[in-house]
């Protein structure tokens, strides 16, 4: 599923997608950047806390399908511009990390 589709089926707020296309293949969690580039794998969501204008430049790096900020956290101002020039979705959620996955999982099977 895309990740417009993705958004609307599982109730996260859909912060800004720019590429609504964007193919949902599975899940990765984490908040250390560096790890994150290694492990994300291209489709995934990837769930975090971390909302800086660093973290649209590893989803960009990782091409995952958006960015899941857990928490109710919500992108600084340079992140959500970021996103919007560099075709990065962003969706937030007030559950936290592991409730995030759950429900995915749920959908995804």
């Not at 895309?2 to 599975?26: H, L, R």
């Not at 794998?41 to 399908?65: H, K, P, R």
Request: hydrophobic content about 45%; glycine content about 6%.
């Amino acid at each position: 599923m895309n990740a417009e589709a993705f958004a609307k089926k599982t109730g996260f707020k859909t912060v800004c997608i720019p590429s609504p296309d964007k193919e949902v293949e599975g899940v990765y969690i984490g908040d250390l950047l560096s790890w994150v580039m290694g492990k994300a794998e291209q489709g995934n969501v990837w769930i975090t806390i971390m909302s800086n204008i660093n973290t649209v430049a590893v989803a960009t790096l990782a091409d995952t399908s958006c960015i899941l900020l857990a928490e109710g956290v919500m992108p600084d101002e340079n992140a959500l511009e970021a996103a919007k020039t560099k075709g990065v979705n962003i969706l937030s959620t007030p559950l936290s990390a592991y409730e995030a996955a759950m429900k995915i999982s749920e959908l995804l099977r």
